[in-house]
């Protein structure tokens, strides 16, 4: 560097902000210039003061106080949703009643019929279902309960070397089945 | 996951104890900033709590990725401007040349001026830096508050501020030479 440092680099060079060669330049600099040396001491000085401003002294209680400011938490779960279905009801209620001139009564015993009626005719269906399902559950339980009757009579009549010959060609086939995946997908990405 | 991750998880979760750990960990940086920013004791405390507030109802917006120092900052930084708006007090834009009445301000070294800082000793120093720092324009002071203040890095101030991170350097190193001639000046 022949010509002197632009005063922004000396600042940058005290906060170690300067590229490794523009380091190098600058101290090579600095050797030979006495008025940069000066520039370069007074910034250091300067640079110390700035970065030892005394901090703002917070009072101990401004946390709890900010805290106080917070909003309440939204109750979680349950009231928000009852609360928008209690809210919608109404609406709809009174919705009805100014489009239809219908008295509020009338709404209310309309809609405790149709309750009612989907109730009714809900149920039976619902029992029915329930059956079914459970007819399906114990026809399922039968199905394995056999399932393992038979392999075990299998089992018995090839005996534990049998056994042992049918696991070892299982684990055979499924690893040969999961290396000519394998092969088969590597080939895919080569293609 | 940083332990600020960490706290504001547990804040959306519900704990309040969480957010006042965060309060208590940036109540001083926040307060040393906006005390420096509004020149009054009494309007920072109210700006720190009002900005504190402000992040814990958006704290859903707040992506771990990033510090939440820097995003709590942004909070505080626009706060500032949509006050200073609409008590339409002027601001310098940064992208206006500067005039201090001091002549230019990209002074080269070897400075023919003879040595401030060495006049006096350190404590009578940062006195002086603080008067200095009340009458140098806002855009400015707010980047060097940051950066020395608050000892954000240059890249992270550019992400507070928006700003391509050279225009940072630049009107940081600006702000410590207004405040340099000032001194001289006193």
């Given at each position: ?191 | ?34 005390s420096r920013m509004t ?123 928006s700003l391509p991170v ?21």
């Amino acid at each position: 560097m022949t010509t002197c440092p632009r005063a922004e680099d000396l600042y940058l060079y005290l906060e170690g902000e300067l590229g490794a060669h523009e380091t190098r330049a600058l101290k090579a600099h600095l050797e030979r210039c006495p008025a940069c040396r000066e520039a370069l001491a007074d910034r250091r000085l300067l640079h110390e003061a700035f970065t030892s401003l005394p901090p703002f002294e917070v009072p101990p209680d401004f946390a709890l106080s900010v805290m106080a400011r917070l909003p309440e938490p939204a109750e979680a779960g349950w009231l928000a949703p009852l609360v928008a279905s209690a809210a919608s009801l109404v609406v709809g209620l009174l919705g009805f009643h100014l489009f239809t001139g219908a008295s509020l009564s009338d709404v209310l015993v309309a809609v405790n019929r149709f309750v009612g009626l989907v109730i009714a005719r809900s149920l039976p269906l619902a029992a029915k279902a329930f059956k079914v399902g459970n007819l399906l559950l114990k026809v399922a339980s039968d199905l394995v309960s056999i399932a393992i009757a038979g392999l075990e009579v299998f089992s018995r009549s090839i005996g534990p070397q049998g056994v042992g010959l049918i696991l070892g060609l299982g684990v055979l086939l499924t690893l040969l089945a999961i290396f000519g995946a394998r092969r088969l997908l590597s080939l895919g990405e080569k293609t | 996951m940083t332990d600020d991750s960490k706290l504001v998880a547990r804040a959306l979760e519900g704990d309040r104890k969480a957010f006042e750990m965060i309060v208590r960990k940036y109540e001083q940086p926040l307060t040393s900033y906006l005390s420096r920013m509004t020149g009054e004791r009494e309007a920072a405390l109210d700006f720190a709590q009002e900005i504190f507030v402000k992040a814990y109802c958006s704290l859903k917006s707040f992506r771990p990725a990033y510090k939440f120092s820097t995003w709590l900052f942004k909070i505080a930084s626009n706060h500032l401007i949509d006050h200073w708006r609409k008590r339409r007090l002027p601001t310098v834009s940064l992208d206006q040349p500067i005039d201090d009445g001091d002549g230019p301000l990209m002074p080269q070294v070897p400075d023919p001026a003879p040595s401030v800082a060495r006049r006096f000793e350190l404590a009578e120093i940062r006195q002086r830096i603080e008067r200095a720092l009340e009458s140098i324009p806002e855009a400015f002071r707010e980047l060097f508050i940051l950066r020395h203040v608050n000892d954000f890095s240059y890249e992270e101030i550019a992400d507070i501020k928006s700003l391509p991170v050279g225009t940072v350097k630049n009107r940081v190193f600006q702000a410590k030479e207004m405040i340099r001639k000032r001194m001289a000046g006193s």
